[in-house]
């Protein structure tokens, strides 16, 4: 026997699981619905199949195939406008030429069909309408038989006053050819409003068989749901869906299930999902091939697409997320609601229950979205934040994301330009440095590859070999999961906003420059990275004197590139060395807070035991330092800032200091006590980068162990920073517990109160109107004057939807309490 599944319905009342897909396609716990009518099929026997397509038909052709490899004969018939169940049956007719079943490649059942065969061959029908008793008939055709199960009448979809039986129609048919004779080919005609109704009239012989098991017509959002939830607990007859672990789970291949996740209930993992640690899901709940849910992530009755990401903390309770979907950091999903294909969740944003999200929007860190997101781009909107172009590794960061965001920036430098390209050991920087080089040629534009450098030395190399800019990829130090991009200009510092916002403007706009072949840009590698550098690092620095004190100093490389470049300095400036993790390993490229912390603690121990002049961990960019002083003594990033501005003084006297406008008064004491002066910054490394190039400037540092010492290079260089404070204690005769104690005291705090984008302007607005009387000059945020030595900062983080509150006072408490205060004023003021 033959089978027609009828498989070209839209599935608007799906939308927006439906915008990409059509309905049939859309996925069941391990398969889309209408793989499990073709397991159906063939469990009963039926291996010869006609497939009615119209809606995004191709999907489907694409997916089965010829159906070789279900062991099944597939055959397509393809409408070019809707024709209808009756009409789509007739365009097949020619495949159709003994008794055949008709079923619906949208709804999930597993009706005995060899037993609908067999009744209609009994009762000699010409059409047998399967039959499902439903609690609530009202938004199906209702049928009414006769003690022999012949048809006597039929209401489409009945009020409940006029329902009379609880037995519908499935769209289930077991069908005689030549009733595909009673009515004409290519117009829209239906079975159950049209052809049955007619047949009936007529006298002919329609009967209906009431069937058991479990059949649901995946109609709209909430049946879908019930139906994968029916299923993956077991209430369906289904094919194997995978290996069963025991409890309810059922998983696909290669399934990562971390020790202390917590799986509850009814449970489906697809091939290759990873969950993370502390992950707690409770069933019924399906995350389907390659999708990951993070560490924390609580999943509660949900359903999550492949190749979607459920980021640190994530809630889903209740909801459906799309195909390829990323939610980030603390994201909350509620009952209902729907997340459509490619979208991103933004950190901490919440999407309030029955909310739809149509495929490819972007929801912004810290919203909260009560209406449904259809019309419009509502893409991502910026690519640059904080550190670069920043994203989750194979989610937001891709190998094409690469190549497109590398076609950008060529695109907006002179042709035949040269941009250099950096990364840090690990593979996914790797990787995604290949995509970034495989983009610049495409414009026109040369890359030169300097392979893995500390990021200070691929500044220098980008300043000094006549380039338009450069790149350097890492692994984000902060979150191994996250890749940092980052760009420079010619002279090797950070990008300016007008030309990020240029690079945004190309990859937004796609309008990338594509030259003709004898234009394409050449990829070749550097020559003597390292030497030029270590070459021009030295002829800054007094080398014979650190020579003849040959210092004794710890130094923690971070299993780092630095220890390639830096060792060999050491070295050569006859210091005795304490080596740590000297050898590279890509592993170690972001590692948590508290490895970090412990670290920091080791070295500290270290350097008392050996009693050395000093400690240093450099990042694993080479860009900021960690110090330990002569005691042992961990500093603090603010006072080893002011203990080296001193020192920076002291040899340069009359010189300025650049520092954020977040740092304490204490710099501009300093400054005084050397005839010198302070210049504030914004709090970003391109103003800190900026400000360094301005004459006269011998030191610029932001608190964090980042310093730019001007007369080497404009960029940060915590390489340089360690020589420095070699020099400087050896020349000034000093040691650094002694310069530290000679920084004037000052008390600083610091915190964060939340506050959603929307209300960012008012609040800014209010401040400035509230305190005008008590504003200096207004630099980044803005900054309160309360008295000598005494101020707040309140100042908008440009990435995340908060405040940062800094203070400075008389005593640690006073400056913790103007914090608590202001936090409290911000929060008010959002009201």
């Not at 019924?284 to 903390?313: F, K, M, Q, T």
């Not at 980052?486 to 190309?506: H, M, P, S, W």
């Not at 003597?528 to 040959?550: G, H, K, M, N, P």
């Amino acid at each position: 026997m033959k089978a027609v599944v009828m498989a070209g319905g839209a599935g608007s009342r799906l939308r927006p699981l439906t915008i990409n897909h059509p309905k049939p396609m859309v996925p069941m716990v391990n398969k889309p619905v209408i793989g499990h009518i073709l397991d159906l099929l063939k469990r009963h026997g039926i291996t010869d199949v006609v497939v009615t397509l119209q809606y995004m038909a191709e999907d489907i052709q694409d997916y089965f195939g010829d159906g070789q490899s279900l062991g099944m004969n597939i055959t397509y018939s393809v409408e070019e406008t809707p024709l209808g169940t009756a009409g789509s049956v007739k365009q097949a007719q020619q495949y159709l030429d003994e008794t055949f079943i008709v079923i619906s490649g949208d709804a999930v059942t597993d009706i005995d069909l060899s037993a609908v065969i067999a009744f209609h061959k009994a009762k000699q029908a010409l059409a047998t309408i399967t039959l499902y008793r439903v609690s609530e008939p009202l938004e199906y055709g209702v049928v009414i038989t006769d003690d022999s199960g012949r048809i006597q009448r039929f209401l489409e979809k009945p009020s409940w006053g006029e329902v009379i039986s609880d037995t519908v129609n499935t769209g289930i048919y077991v069908l005689e050819p030549q009733i595909l004779d009673n009515f004409e080919p290519g117009i829209p005609y239906d079975f159950s409003k049209d052809l049955f109704p007619a047949l009936l009239e007529r006298g002919e012989p329609l009967y209906g068989h009431v069937s058991g098991g479990y059949w649901c017509d995946v109609g709209n959002l909430q049946e879908y749901m019930r139906a994968s939830n029916d299923m993956v607990e077991g209430r369906v007859e289904v094919a194997e869906m995978g290996t069963h672990l025991g409890g309810g789970v059922w998983v696909g291949e290669n399934v990562d299930i971390a020790p202390d996740a917590q799986l509850h209930g009814a449970v489906y993992l697809g091939s290759g999902v990873k969950i993370k640690g502390g992950v707690v899901i409770h069933g019924p709940s399906v995350v389907l091939d390659y999708s990951v849910v993070d560490d924390h992530a609580y999943v509660d009755r949900s359903i999550v697409w492949r190749n979607s990401y459920i980021g640190e903390g994530a809630e889903l309770r209740g909801a459906i997320i799309g195909r390829q979907c990323s939610l980030k950091r603390k994201a909350v999903v509620f009952e209902g609601a729907i997340v459509g294909d490619s979208s991103v969740i933004g950190e901490g944003a919440v999407i309030h229950p029955g909310v739809k999200i149509w495929p490819d929007k972007e929801v912004e860190a810290g919203a909260t979205v009560k209406t449904s997101l259809i019309w419009g781009a509502q893409g991502r909107r910026v690519l640059f934040g904080r550190y670069g172009v920043t994203g989750l590794v194979n989610v937001d960061q891709t190998p094409e994301f690469a190549a497109r965001l590398g076609a950008a920036f060529a695109a907006t430098l002179p042709k035949g330009s040269t941009v250099t390209i950096n990364r840090d050991p690990h593979r996914s920087p790797r990787m995604l440095k290949r995509g970034i080089i495989s983009g610049l040629p495409s414009a026109g534009v040369n890359a030169l590859d300097v392979r893995s450098v500390p990021i200070p030395v691929a500044r220098y190399i980008t300043r000094v070999s006549n380039t338009a800019g450069g790149v350097h990829v890492r692994l984000s130090p902060y979150d191994s999961r996250v890749v940092d991009i980052r760009f420079f200009d010619d002279q090797g510092q950070d990008l300016t906003k007008d030309a990020e916002r240029n690079i945004e403007r190309v990859f937004f706009r796609e309008d990338f420059r594509r030259v003709y072949l004898d234009e394409i840009g050449t990829i070749d590698y550097a020559e003597r990275v390292r030497e030029r550098y270590s070459e021009a690092f030295l002829a800054t620095l007094d080398i014979e004197a650190i020579r003849q004190a040959e210092p004794y100093i710890a130094v923690d490389f971070a299993n780092a590139p630095t220890a390639q470049v830096l060792a060999p300095l050491l070295t050569r400036l006859n210091c005795r060395v304490v080596a740590l993790n000297e050898a590279v390993d890509e592993a170690k490229m972001s590692i948590p807070s508290h490895e970090f912390q412990s670290s920091l603690r080791q070295l500290a121990t270290i350097c008392e035991v050996l009693e050395t002049a000093m400690g240093v961990r450099l990042d694993v960019g080479g860009e900021r330092i960690f110090v330990v002083d002569d005691r042992g003594a961990i500093v603090s990033g603010v006072l080893l800032a002011a203990a080296v501005a001193i020192m920076a003084l002291k040899a340069r006297q009359g010189g300025t200091i650049a520092v954020p406008v977040t740092m304490p008064s204490v710099f501009e004491t300093i400054a005084a006590q050397h005839n010198g002066r302070v210049v504030r910054t914004k709090v970003n490394p391109q103003a800190l980068m900026a400000a360094a190039r301005e004459p006269g400037v011998v030191m610029a540092a932001d608190g964090n162990g980042s310093f730019i010492w001007p007369d080497f290079q404009p960029v940060v260089d915590g390489m340089m920073t360690v020589a420095r404070l070699l020099q400087y204690t050896v020349t000034q005769d000093t040691r650094l517990s002694q310069a530290t104690a000679a920084v004037p005291p000052f008390f600083v705090s610091q915190g964060e109160v939340s506050c959603p984008w929307e209300a960012k302007g008012t609040v800014m607005r209010l401040l400035n109107e509230q305190y005008k009387d008590r504003l200096g000059e207004q630099i980044d945020g803005v900054k309160i004057h309360l008295g000598s030595h005494e101020w707040v900062l309140v100042l908008p983080d440009a990435d995340q939807p908060l405040f940062h509150i800094h203070a400075e006072a008389r005593s640690y408490d006073q400056a913790q309490d103007l914090v608590a205060k202001y936090e409290r004023i911000v929060e008010g003021l959002q009201e």
